[in-house]
Nanobody, 125 residues
Framework: QVQLVESGGGSVQAGGSLRLSCVGA????????MAWFRQAPGKEREGVAV???????TYADSVKGRFTISQDNAKITLSLIMNSLKPEDTAMYYC???????????????????WGQGTQVTVSS
């Protein structure tokens, strides 16, 4: 059974930084595209960043240059380093694993079969 568990969320002021982590069980990260999605209150869930099986990364335009997605060498932890946080980054952040065409600039929920429970990020102005 695949399990994904996120951690690292919290409350920060605008301009601050956070590092989110996702640990998996029953899944080998290197065999999947791994992603971070987020959902703000009253809004649809949106893709934030993806790292594909070929190592390529994709970012939402709103986070380019501020967020960095990575996997550790053992491919058992997915991270999202978030710098220069803005109030509009406030959301529940979800880790996801799935299969998709590497490098596809469009991040679609339907491509990801496995999801974590989420970790809350709150950025105050």
């Amino acid at each position: 059974q695949v399990q994904l568990v996120e951690s690292g969320g919290g409350s920060v002021q605008a301009g601050g930084s956070l590092r989110l982590s996702c640990v998996g069980a029953g899944v080998t990260f290197s065999k999947y595209s791994m992603a971070w999605f987020r959902q703000a209150p009253g809004k649809e869930r949106e893709g934030v960043a993806v790292i594909d099986t070929d190592g390529s990364t994709t970012y939402a335009d709103s986070v380019k240059g501020r967020f960095t997605i990575s996997q550790d060498n053992a491919k058992i932890t997915l991270s999202l380093i978030m710098n220069s946080l803005k109030p509009e980054d406030t959301a529940m952040y979800y880790c996801a694993a799935g299969s998709r065409v590497p490098g596809n600039p469009i991040m679609m929920e339907v491509d990801f079969a496995y999801w974590g429970q989420g970790t809350q990020v709150t950025v105050s102005s």
